[in-house]
Nanobody
Framework: QVQLVESGGGLVQAGGSLRLSCAASGRTFSSYTMGWFRQAPGKEREFVAAIGWTSGRTYYADSVKGRFTISRDNAKNTVYLQMNSLKPEDAAVYYC?????????????????WGQGTQVTVSS
């Protein structure tokens, strides 16, 4: 049973930074794809970033490219999302997700496991 536990959310001023963590357990994650998604009130869940667990290849939504960085620590089974230059429109619940296959994809329904989410609030 795969478990994903997010942490690191909080309140930050616009222009500030936060680092989210996703601790993964229950499987060997080689060949997995790990993703971050977010959902703001009244909006659909949207893709933020993805990384291949073994390859380290990354992919970002245009809205965060150049500001956010996804990375992973294989030894700790943890995926990170470093968020810089935060904007009020980045405020949302951020979710970590895992996909059994290696291809980097942006569609929520193609991910197999989800965490409970962590709230990010950005004040203007």
């Amino acid at each position: 049973q795969v478990q994903l536990v997010e942490s690191g959310g909080g309140l930050v001023q616009a222009g500030g930074s936060l680092r989210l963590s996703c601790a993964a357990s229950g499987r060997t994650f080689s060949s997995y794809t790990m993703g971050w998604f977010r959902q703001a009130p009244g909006k659909e869940r949207e893709f933020v970033a993805a990384i291949g667990w073994t390859s380290g290849r990354t992919y970002y939504a245009d809205s965060v490219k150049g500001r956010f960085t996804i990375s992973r620590d294989n030894a700790k089974n943890t995926v990170y999302l470093q968020m810089n230059s935060l904007k009020p429109e980045d405020a949302a619940v951020y979710y970590c997700a895992a996909r059994v296959r290696a291809a980097l994809v942006v569609v929520t329904t193609l991910y197999d496991y989800w965490g409970q989410g962590t709230q990010v609030t950005v004040s203007s």
